[in-house]
C-alpha cells in the first residue's frame, strides 16, 4: 500500500530533551516535506526536500533540523524543543516532474504525530 | 510571500444542500490551487486541484473555479452528505506545488 509514516504518533517530552520524528514514503517520491499544524494558524511549511541531500527552509524553520540520506526518509530533529513547538506535526511527499518548469504531483500526507512539550 | 484567506471558518449545511468554500490569494504568481480535506485524527487529503491555465474543474460532486484576475478560487460541493463532514483547507503555490500555503481551514459540518 502506497503511503506516508510517521512514528511516533504522540509524544510527551520536556524543554530540552532531543527528539527525533520519523518520516518514510514507499513511493519513490523526490519532493518531502514536514508542516505544523496550530489551531488558528492552519498548516505552514517547516523544510523542505526536493530529492537526496537537497533541503530547504520553509516558513517556520526555527528550532527544527532536518535530513535527507535516503530518498524515502527525511526525519525531523528538534535539538532543544521548548513549549511552543508543541503541535500537530504532519510530513508529505509527492512526485516531482520537468515539462518545461517544475511541477510537483499531489502531495500524500502522513497520519501525523502530536508532540507536546512541558 | 504568498498570504491565503479562506472563509468561512465554519459551515452547517443541511444534508442534501450546496457548500461553497471561497479563498483568495495575494500573489499573482501563484499557478497551483489545491484543496485538501482533513477528517479527524488523519492527515490531509488531497480532493481536487486546479492550475492557473484553467478556469474550472470538475470532479462527481465536487468542483473547483478558479478566477485569476480577481485572484480567487473556490470550492463547491453539491447534494452534500454527513460524510463531507470534515476540515477544508485551500492552499496555493508559486511554484507548481513545491510550497504550499494554506488557508486557515473551514469546518464544515452535514447534518442528516
Known amino acids: 500500500e502506497a503511503q506516508v509514516t510517521q512514528n511516533p504518533r504522540y509524544l510527551i517530552t520536556v524543554t530540552g530533551k532531543k527528539l527525533t520524528v520519523t518520516c518514510s514514503q514507499n513511493?519513490?517520491?523526490?519532493?518531502m516535506s514536514w508542516y505544523r499544524q496550530d489551531p488558528g494558524l492552519g498548516l505552514r511549511q517547516i523544510y523542505y526536500s526536493m530529492n537526496v541531500e537537497v533541503t530547504d527552509k520553509g516558513d517556520v524553520p526555527e528550532g527544527y533540523k532536518v535530513s535527507r540520506k535516503e530518498k524515502r526518509n527525511f526525519p525531523l530533529i528538534l535539538e532543544s524543543p521548548s513549549p511552543n513547538q508543541t503541535s500537530l506535526y504532519f510530513c508529505?511527499?509527492?512526485?516531482?516532474?520537468?515539462?518545461?518548469?517544475?511541477?510537483?504531483?499531489?502531495?500524500?500526507f502522513g497520519p501525523g504525530t502530536r508532540l507536546t512539550v512541558l | 510571500g504568498e498570504n491565503v484567506e479562506q472563509h468561512p471558518s465554519t459551515l452547517s449545511v443541511q444534508e442534501g444542500d450546496s457548500a461553497v468554500i471561497k479563498c483568495t490569494y495575494s500573489?499573482?504568481?501563484?499557478?497551483?490551487f489545491p484543496w485538501y480535506k482533513q477528517e479527524l485524527g488523519k492527515g490531509p487529503q488531497l480532493i481536487i486541484d486546479i492550475r492557473s491555465n484553467v478556469g474550472e474543474k470538475k470532479d462527481q460532486r465536487i468542483a473547483v473555479t478558479l478566477n485569476k484576475t480577481a485572484k480567487h478560487f473556490s470550492l463547491h460541493i453539491t447534494e452534500t452528505q454527513p460524510e463531507d463532514s470534515a476540515v477544508y483547507f485551500c492552499?496555493?503555490?508559486?511554484?507548481?506545488?513545491?510550497?504550499?500555503?494554506f488557508g486557515k481551514g473551514t469546518s464544515l459540518l452535514v447534518t442528516p
Open positions: 508529505a511527499s509527492s512526485f516531482r516532474w520537468t515539462s518545461g518548469e517544475l511541477h510537483t504531483d499531489t502531495q500524500y
Open positions: 513511493m519513490n517520491h523526490e519532493y
Open positions: 500573489d499573482s504568481a501563484s499557478n497551483y
Open positions: 492552499a496555493a503555490s508559486w511554484n507548481s506545488g513545491y510550497a504550499l500555503n
